[in-house]
């Protein structure tokens, strides 16, 4: 094979050596005459200054981002002095109302507890009795409503026969749009698995047949689409909701979809919410239910506008495509809002969340518009927020950013030329510091290139010297100590605890594969095993003769 042939050559010429510039194409999996993959290897390329070069990386740019933070709630504090005055005066208000809240959830949950009592066939609509006996947990759910201070609704258009689209999506800004729609339509909601337990609430989305979804198991996804097709297409089962957002934002602009609703490719009739206001933000953006909550009943009225949208049916041509389907709609959601459309996801408020709860004092400066990544990388949600635990650890500054004492520390690689180059090749903005963003993506870069899996098997078997299926300490530092220099036994040990993922005191080919994959960007540690072997050329051209 020519390339095969090619490969036996150095990568890293001898000084007497003249560089030619061909260009490689390496085929990845691919069966003969059919490549799957391609990877454009260009001799020219700075190998000393790209550590990641050898895996088929010519470096990478980081998509740029919306300034706006989706998540934010912007009145999270009382400000001004009419704010004060109106809670103070609201304050024996807000008693009265408390008292009707928890007389509406008291009688409800019994109401429900009484429909659902002996059910036992949940794969069929719900008894004709019990739906009339849901009613008195409906007219209490409006009087929750009305405990909030939504006194009056506004709504525009109406809700489509079900017949036409018995599927509805809506934007999703607070918890009380889940509560209106529950007592306008008695839908079947799509919800998380985590709201099952929740205290009242768990038993009444029980009892409007929901769908249950894990959004990080695949299983799961599946499972939720069958079903929805399953009750979409019966016109016994109540019309579905769903929410393709996957999370609350404060309404200023929509984020990305998930495509759950629009893959059984039935008609969805679109739905926006508004909650217009001057001095109170009602949005569930970052800020806790019970403050919410407070600032809710502490109000003289709060403004809710549901708008029902013309119905958007999946174009015949496209069909298939749950993308394109997405987009139509949510472009028909966007125009209505007066609002654009981000690659944010519900990805991003779990990093926000999670870098808020680690101290992070502006934890807006970590989302990193997920939908856009997984686009471009194919990155799960999971990896994504391991990704992210890798950072937090590194203690980011007030800016968000680290700096290189902190990347090869938790990295646990000495500082070194090699080391410094890694940092570098994420620094995309040559500024001596890396954001959560940089990192993330240049993470996802060489996790995603073509031979990094292949890469990864090599190195651990260049590494096990005695062919033993394991990787020793010594055996770890004697592969290491070519690219990094000399190492301290304490150096080692770092390393090696850190590849150890059981502990059982030895690497094993799975031990060290997970390794890399958590943190890719070590893949440049084993790279003179693939691009140092100038004194032994049959031996570099064998170990890349193996990765193609």
């Known amino acids: 094979m020519a390339a095969a042939k090619d490969l036996k050559t150095p990568l890293i010429p001898s000084p007497d050596h003249q560089f030619h510039a061909p260009e490689l194409i390496l085929n990845v999996d691919g069966q003969p005459g059919v490549p799957e993959c ?23 740019e980081v998509p740029g981002s919306t300034t706006v933070d989706p998540f934010r709630n912007h009145t999270p504090k009382i400000e001004g002095i009419y704010e004060w005055i109106k809670v103070l005066v609201c304050v024996p208000i807000a008693l009265v109302r408390l008292v009707l809240f928890g007389l509406c959830l008291a009688i409800g949950y019994v109401a ?107 299983q799961s996804r599946k499972h939720a689409v069958n079903e929805i097709k399953r009750k979409a297409s019966s016109d016994r089962f109540p019309r579905l909701l769903l929410f393709p957002e996957g999370t609350t934002t404060n309404g200023k602009l929509l984020i990305s979809f998930q495509h759950g609703a629009f893959i059984p490719g039935y008609p969805i009739q679109p739905v926006v919410v508004r909650y217009p206001h001057v001095h109170f933000d009602q949005s569930w953006g970052h800020i806790s239910l019970g403050a919410l909550m407070f600032r809710m009943f502490t109000q003289f009225h709060n403004f809710m506008e549901v708008e029902y949208l013309p119905v958007v049916s999946p174009s015949e041509h496209h069909k298939e495509s749950a993308i394109r389907f997405a987009e139509k709609t949510g472009r ?44 471009l990388f194919h990155l799960s949600s999971s990896d994504a927020l391991d990704f992210l635990d890798t950072f937090l650890a590194m203690s980011p500054d007030s800016s968000g950013s680290v700096k290189f004492q902190d990347f090869s520390r938790v990295l646990r690689v000495k500082p070194c030329s ?96 997970n390794c890399l994959r958590r943190n890719p960007l070590l893949i440049a540690l084993f790279s003179y095993h693939f691009l140092h072997k100038d004194s032994d050329p049959d031996a570099s051209g064998g170990l890349l003769e193996e990765m193609v």
């Open 332 to 375: 028909a959601m966007a125009r209505a809002l007066n609002v654009v459309q981000t690659s944010h996801s519900f990805v991003d408020y779990m990093i926000l969340s999670k870098a808020a709860d680690s101290g992070q004092e502006n934890p807006s400066l970590f989302v990193v518009e997920m939908a856009k990544i997984h686009q």
């Open 112 to 218: 429900t507890k009484s429909a659902l009592e002996g059910w036992k066939d949940k794969q069929n609509p719900m008894p004709k009795w019990r739906c009339r006996v849901m009613w008195i947990t409906r007219l209490c759910s409006r009087g929750i409503l009305f405990s909030f201070g939504y006194h009056w609704i506004k709504r525009k258009g109406k809700p489509a026969p079900r017949e036409i689209a018995p599927i509805l999506v809506s934007n999703h800004v607070s918890y009380v749009d889940p509560i209106f729609f529950f007592y306008e339509l008695f839908p079947t909601i799509v919800a998380s698995e985590s709201h099952d337990s929740m205290p009242f609430v768990g038993t009444i989305i029980r009892a409007m047949q929901v769908i249950y979804v894990n959004r990080f198991s695949h």
């Open 38 to 60: 391609s990877i454009l290897v260009n001799s020219q390329l700075d190998l000393d200054q790209n550590p990641y070069g050898f895996i088929g990386s010519n470096g990478f």
């Open 418 to 513: 090699l080391s410094q180059k890694m940092f570098e090749f994420i620094d995309v903005e040559k500024n001596g510091k890396v954001t959560f963003k940089e990192f993330l993506v240049g993470s996802a870069h060489v996790l995603n290139q073509p031979l990094f899996r292949r890469a990864c098997e090599v190195a651990f078997s260049e590494s096990d010297i005695d062919e033993d299926d394991c990787i020793s300490m010594q055996e770890l530092g004697a592969s290491l100590m070519p690219a990094m220099g000399s190492l301290s036994d304490d150096e080692v040990h770092g390393l090696f605890n850190l590849f150890d993922g059981d502990g059982d005191g030895r690497i094993s080919k799975g031990d060290f594969v």
